[in-house]
């Protein structure tokens, strides 16, 4: 320290009075504030930016702006998984019956199991395709209902319709809305709604906007858990899929749309603050 001191050329007392200044205790507070940064990081499995990272601290009792965060962040070299293109799985060249559009993106649902949303997507593996369907809640963005196939048939969307079915009992009058694809748009899945007192909504031909959440989750997946991952066989990629729907999308994976909680939390929160019967 007297060496340093001389170096310097000041007194010791002014260093020590230097080291206690704002200055030295805010960067005290930024290496504690970026060991924090990073656990949450890792608990992601690096896939929260500045924004998710902000509000988790912000609910473990950490308040800090997210511009903190993102200067934290790029300082300790800290950054999201970058988003991977895939090309789309629709075929809506076919002759069965177009359903309107019931959504028109209008998203915002204010109860649950009142309008569900469906695609299909494929996972790449040594083995071939793995076709995954899903079945999401428009309400709180929940993954209701799920199916995976090496092929990508009728069967595929029907298994992740009953699914959620059976796992939710919805009451007539629910809207399943997908796109154009020729496995919803099928007779057997239209007749699938129909006995079931719901009501079929699809996107406008083209118009990947109006099914949005659904490719959001698809989006979400890829970046969160599947991209530079490689796959031997199918039965790996769907562990790997289960594991992120199970353990992290549906009861830990922060919202935006959702005032950043999970969809499980922010469900939760609806069923407390719902007011009892009269």
């Known amino acids: 320290m007297e060496k340093m001191c001389e170096v310097l050329n000041i007194k010791r007392s002014s260093y020590y009075a230097w080291v206690k ?28 930016g500045a924004r998710r990272i902000t509000a988790q601290l912000k609910k473990d009792g950490i ?3 997210k511009n903190r965060v993102s200067k934290l962040m790029k300082e300790n070299n800290i950054s999201s998984k970058l988003k991977r293109k895939y090309k789309a799985t ?3 060249d076919h002759n069965f019956n177009v359903a309107p559009n019931l959504l028109n993106q209008d998203f915002k649902i204010k109860s649950t199991n009142r309008a569900y949303v469906g695609d299909i997507t494929y ?27 090496s092929t990508m048939t009728r069967k595929l969307v029907i298994d992740a319709f009953n699914a959620a ?13 997908s796109d154009r694809g020729v496995q919803y748009a099928s007779y057997y899945y239209q007749q699938l709604l129909r006995s079931r007192g719901f009501l079929q909504s699809m996107s406008a031909k083209g118009c990947c906007y ?9 989006a979400s997946l890829k970046k969160d858990k599947l991209y530079g991952r490689k796959f031997r066989t199918r039965s ?29 939390e922010y469900k939760a929160d609806y069923y407390v603050h719902l007011e009892p019967a009269a």
């Open 21 to 48: 200044r704002p200055e030295a205790k805010r960067r005290k507070d930024n290496s504690l504030l970026a060991i924090e940064i990073k656990r949450i990081h890792k608990q992601s499995d690096g896939t929260y």
């Open 63 to 65: 308040v800090c702006g």
């Open 90 to 92: 629709t075929y809506s």
């Open 123 to 149: 996972i790449s593996t040594d083995k071939g395709w793995l076709y995954l369907a899903t079945v999401v809640d428009l309400f709180n963005r929940e993954v209701v209902g799920w199916s995976m196939d």
């Open 165 to 177: 079915v059976n796992k939710e009992k919805p009451e007539g009058g629910l809207i399943f809305h």
């Open 210 to 218: 109006d099914n949005a959440c659904a490719e959001t989750f698809f």
């Open 236 to 264: 790996e990629a769907r562990t790997a899929v289960v594991e992120y729907i199970d353990l992290f999308y549906n009861p830990k994976r922060l919202h935006s749309t959702l005032g950043y909680k999970s969809p499980r």
